[in-house]
């Protein structure tokens, strides 16, 4: 970066303070301008205590960005300006008697602050924030050209298991959302959009373990919120990137981002566009047993899953600055995965003696398709001076077809052939209305009020045909018509107050819920139906205290709620193999969760946190033996869990060019159930994660990360063995800093493998499964346009509605 733009960058970041007077004063001016050096009303001014950051006086600019204060008694103060949509400012410390009359300061717009980092290690990887960790995806280069599963692989605290499962600091079901906005997917479906999203649409993830009133109840793990890119710079910018890979095939991600904004408009799109050869192996042994837990067959089967997957994604909108006091935004989006696969497996049995009595094999292929379409309204409004109010609309729509087609063979002299091909479409409707109003009162406190209504609609469509050498028979034991609608209605209210060394907030959310399901007969089996309703109340709130300068303590606590997945409502059969089914259970109840946690601070060097969490009726995946040798995958309420974790953080630069992260969480997870008999399970589990940054010149960087989790347990019958992977990779900044080249190697020495055992009533299985997790990426990233260019914006820009704006 050149001598010019880094004095630039600097001014801008800094602000200018500019002093007119050295002569002592009675009363000191403070004039406050915009990015284009315009005066600045309505901005709000705070004189507040050096050492604790305490409120004496605040102030409104008039018309001519003007705020006066008398002179404060003796002692060291500081002035903060506000203003929404902009970064607030705080100056140096100023004695008083004040030698000063007159203070220029410039505030900016929030997001003129550069969007790229153009090597990694400008900006730390992790950072903690009250209540969230937030992880800036940029940063690291080992990010580049993963999915987003793969970055919440890597992210401390954060678990995926062998189903696509995501649990947060040791608890299961986790709401995810992009861009503050639920997926309102679960289970495979969420696992397939979110390992095909590219990492490079990201900006950064929020990790939220005990959310406020104002977010959905969902999920007692908490939140994982993932921010997309947007740029919201004056003029015509854009960045474009490149990415190839290779694990066992080839695999690339591209996008582009552009945006034009000029006087009152911004318009912006995203687009994305990914290719990927994706396999797994799987390796599983099953024994069976009898009385005396003699062993009585076993059962060996060895999968290899191939597939080719095409992801296509755009998203454009427009954000209209209507008045000085209201943002409106419109945005809608598409997204278009298709993925081919086949599927070779020999299942092959032995006698209790390890000799092999059968085998047969088993091929399939897939054509799944997914295709999303999402529109979204919003509006940011300043009612007064003290008060904003912001409403949201979202209309989404899913369409996910998934069609298979499996043929097993009897590996002998005339063995049998028979299949069984299954047509699996399932439509997604939903509607989602919010509105929240701010209060801002003296001595920063403000009041947080809102509503929101949700509807989801889905239809869901299970076809089997058996099929018999020229023989096709449809099979009406299997085929499903499950048709299901939940509406969700919300209402919450928080008070939060922010002083000196005291910080708290408090909050009160309702919901209430009711769903009808309905799952349509045909001539073998009849029509049935059933329904529910509840509602609850679900306290949260914090309250912070700040030691000394350089520690803080916090204490949050929250309760929670996780709704049963209409997916696992549904009672139709999915066939993994010809001995493994996987049912639906319509009698799931929602399970409850309380979470309360202290940390503690010290400064952004080190974070303690140790937390608790009770849930009831505690989601589980359940074993079932059906027939002979057949066993199913479902899930139920199974009784509760206990969990006690402790983890810590720690981030410092033993060098100048060097920077250290390092997490790691201990949990431990006590299950109690009955799934036809008493079920007692225990669990210490330890995670690691760390991530080094060198900084070898000033346009070329380098990192080595990885992570590390021992056994751990998220279901009442199934053990996890412990996993892990190292990672590196090399970033080189070119084109004087508008472009940069990575080149990465993930899971470089192959070890991120899920492997575990699962108990089953009179069976147990080992298995493995091996996937692409070793990558070897190649990147390029060009930004043009003018990035650091100021943006024109009015005075009631609002930095939240922008993060709002498109789902």
């Known amino acids: 970066m050149s001598f010019s733009k880094s004095m630039l960058l600097l001014f801008l970041l800094l602000s200018t303070i500019t002093s007119f007077s050295q002569k002592k004063a009675r009363t000191i001016k403070i004039f406050v301008l915009n990015e284009k050096n315009l005066p600045f009303a309505n901005a709000t001014v705070e004189l507040l205590l050096a050492k604790n950051s ?3 006086k605040s102030a409104k600019t008039d018309n001519k960005g003007l705020a006066v204060f008398n002179q404060p008694i003796q002692g060291n103060y500081v002035f903060k300006v506000k203003a929404v949509g902009y970064e607030s400012h705080k100056t140096s410390t100023i004695k008083s008697p004040f030698s000063l009359s007159v203070i220029n300061i410039k505030i900016l717009p929030s997001n003129q602050v550069l969007k790229e980092v153009t090597v990694a290690g400008n900006k730390p990887i992790i950072q903690h924030l009250r209540g969230k960790i937030v992880l800036n995806v940029a940063a690291s280069v080992t990010n580049t050209g993963t999915s987003v599963l793969e970055l919440l692989e890597k992210s401390p605290g954060v678990m995926i298991d062998k189903d696509g499962n995501i649990s947060l600091q040791g608890k299961s079901t986790v709401l995810v959302m992009i861009d503050e906005k639920p997926t309102y997917l679960s289970g495979s479906d969420l696992t397939n959009m979110l390992s095909n999203m590219n990492s490079a649409q990201v900006n950064q993830i929020e990790l939220i373990t005990n959310p406020s009133a104002k977010y959905d ?13 947007k740029n919201t710079e004056e003029g015509f910018n854009g960045s474009i990137n490149i990415i190839g890979g290779w694990s066992r095939d080839y695999k690339n991600n591209n996008s582009l981002l552009v945006n034009y904004k000029k006087g009152k408009v911004n318009a912006y799109a995203t687009a994305s566009y990914n290719t990927n050869n994706n396999f797994t192996d799987i390796v599983a042994h099953r024994s069976y047993f009898g009385q005396n837990n003699t062993i009585t067959g076993l059962l060996d089967q060895n999968t290899a899953i191939a597939s080719l997957t095409h992801y296509k994604f755009l998203k454009t909108g427009v954000d209209i600055y209507a008045t000085k006091n209201t ?11 298709k993925r081919d696969g086949t599927s070779d497996a020999i299942a092959t049995w032995k006698k209790a003696s390890g000799s092999i009595d059968s085998a047969v ?3 399939s292929n897939s054509d799944y398709k997914f295709r999303n379409g999402a529109a979204n309204v919003n509006l940011k409004h300043a009612i007064k001076a003290n008060q904003d109010l912001s409403i949201d609309l979202d209309l989404l729509r899913y369409r996910i077809n998934n069609d298979q087609i499996f043929t097993n063979r009897l590996l002998t002299n005339n063995g049998y052939v028979q299949g069984t091909e299954i047509n699996i479409p399932s439509t997604i409707k939903i509607f989602s209305a919010k509105a929240d109003h701010v209060v801002h009162f003296k001595k920063n406190t403000q009041l947080e009020s809102g509503l929101k209504v949700s509807s989801i609609s889905t239809d869901n469509i299970a076809d089997y045909v058996n099929t018999n050498a020229a023989i096709r028979t449809i099979d009406l034991n299997r085929s499903n018509h499950f048709q299901y609608k939940e509406n969700i209605s919300a209402f919450y209210s928080s008070i939060e107050h922010r002083g000196g060394k005291m910080n708290a907030q408090i909050g009160l959310r309702y919901e209430h819920t009711d769903y009808d399901a309905h799952q349509l007969g045909n001539s073998l089996k009849p029509d049935s139906s059933f329904s529910r309703t509840y509602g609850s109340l679900f306290p949260s709130g914090y309250i912070s205290y700040t030691i000394d300068t350089l520690n803080a303590l916090t204490l949050t606590a929250s309760r929670r709620i996780d709704r049963p997945a209409y997916q696992k409502l549904n009672p139709f059969v999915f066939i993994i193999n010809k001995y493994t089914l996987q049912r639906g259970n319509p009698f799931i109840l929602p399970q409850y969760s309380w979470n309360m946690e202290i940390s503690h601070q010290f400064k952004q060097l ?8 009770f849930i009831s009726n505690y989601f589980s995946q359940l074993f079932l033996s059906e027939g002979t040798n057949i066993l199913i995958y479902t899930d139920g309420n199974v009784g509760r869990m206990n969990n006690l974790g402790v983890s810590v953080s720690l981030q410092f630069s033993p060098m100048k060019w060097w920077s250290f992260n390092g997490q790691g969480n201990f949990n431990y997870k006590k299950l109690d159930g009955y799934q036809n008999i008493s079920y007692q399970s225990s669990i210490n589990q330890f995670q690691f994660s760390a991530s080094n940054q060198f900084r ?11 992570f590390y989790i021992t056994k751990a347990r998220n279901d009442l019958q199934e053990l996890l063995y412990p996993t892990g992977q190292v990672s590196a990779g090399v ?5 004087k800093g508008k472009g940069s080249l990575k080149f990465s190697a993930r899971d470089i020495f192959f070890t991120q493998a899920m492997e575990g055992l699962t108990d089953f009533p009179q069976a147990q299985e080992y298995f493995k499964l091996t996937r ?5 990426v190649l990147s390029f990233n060009y930004r043009f346009g003018k990035p650091l260019k100021a943006i024109k914006r009015s005075n009631g820009g609002a930095t939240e509605e922008m993060k709002r704006a498109g789902s």
């Open 54 to 56: 305490s409120l004496i």
């Open 217 to 229: 109840a969902s999920g007692n793990g908490g939140i994982i919120n993932i921010k997309t890119k």
């Open 327 to 337: 943002i409106i935004g419109l945005s809608v989006s598409g997204t278009l995965i």
């Open 361 to 363: 094999s088993t091929t």
């Open 606 to 613: 080190l974070t303690t946190t140790i937390s608790y969490s």
């Open 696 to 706: 070898i010149v000033k346009t070329l960087s380098a990192e080595l990360s990885g």
């Open 731 to 735: 970033s080189k900044s070119i084109f």
């Open 772 to 776: 692409d997790s070793r990558l070897f």
